[in-house]
T-cell receptor, first 114, second 109 residues
Framework: NAGVTQTPKFRILKIGQSMTLQCTQD?????MYWYRQDPGMGLKLIYY???????DKGEVPNGYNVSRSTTEDFPLRLELAAPSQTSVYFC?????????????FGSGTRLTVV | GQSLEQPSEVTAVEGAIVQINCTYQ??????LSWYQQHDGGAPTFLSY????GLEETGRFSSFLSRSDSYGYLLLQELQMKDSASYFC??????????FGAGTRLTVKP
């Protein structure tokens, strides 16, 4: 049981490049989330999904896109990377309504935009 | 407005008890969570309180007062491995959590 798996663990992007951060979970969780964490700060929600085919914006969605074609996968797409997107990105999941509200987090992707 | 406040740093000695407070202002409220994060690691879930009162899980306890918009995490018998950042998070809409800026706990021998 791997939990939430994120790839890559580290990445350096040049300004204007694009990339996809991968996230997959094997717990059959309906809810999945993308957060970013800047140094010394809390986590800010980028996008979330309550099930396959359903996504919604969080607090800081600009510059990002997501899709949820399966229950397991929730990739995050960065288009036209900017230095402000330098951060640590965490994917998380939890079971559906009434099944617990504890998030399981992946190990994170450390992204630097130069 | 919406806010979530917790102290930025707390220091305590091994074996002691420490309380990390969290106050919140939200337009709606469903519950309060606590997460632990070691340096360079991922957040890990500690507790979730939806109702008033104290919930205990081993050395850690979490308290919620909905009328005071206040909660705390209580860590007993502190160990060196408890040195980490602790985040409170509010579930103020049905589907997601809003995290505080975190409290860095340093446990000294």
């Amino acid at each position: 049981n791997a939990g939430v798996t994120q790839t890559p663990k580290f990445r350096i992007l040049k300004i204007g490049q694009s990339m996809t951060l991968q996230c997959t979970q094997d717990m059959n969780h309906n809810y999945m989330y993308w957060y970013r964490q800047d140094p010394g700060m809390g986590l800010k929600l980028i996008y979330y999904s309550v099930g396959a085919g359903i996504t919604d914006k969080g607090e800081v969605p600009n510059g990002y896109n997501v899709s949820r074609s399966t229950t397991e996968d929730f990739p995050l797409r960065l288009e036209l990377a900017a230095p402000s997107q330098t951060s640590v990105y965490f994917c998380a999941s939890r079971p559906g309504q009434g099944s617990g509200y504890g998030y399981t987090f992946g190990s994170g992707t450390r992204l630097t935009v130069v | 407005g919406q806010s979530l406040e917790q102290p930025s740093e707390v220091t305590a000695v091994e074996g002691a008890i420490v309380q990390i407070n969290c106050t919140y202002q939200t337009s709606g409220f469903y519950g309060l969570s606590w997460y632990q994060q070691h340096d360079g690691g991922a957040p890990t879930f500690l507790s979730y309180n939806a109702l008033d009162g104290l919930e205990e899980t081993g050395r850690f306890s979490s308290f919620l007062s909905r009328s005071d918009s206040y909660g705390y995490l209580l860590l007993q018998e502190l160990q060196m491995k408890d040195s980490a950042s602790y985040f409170c998070a509010v579930r103020d809409h049905g589907n997601d959590m809003r995290f505080g800026a975190g409290t860095r706990l340093t446990v000294k021998p």
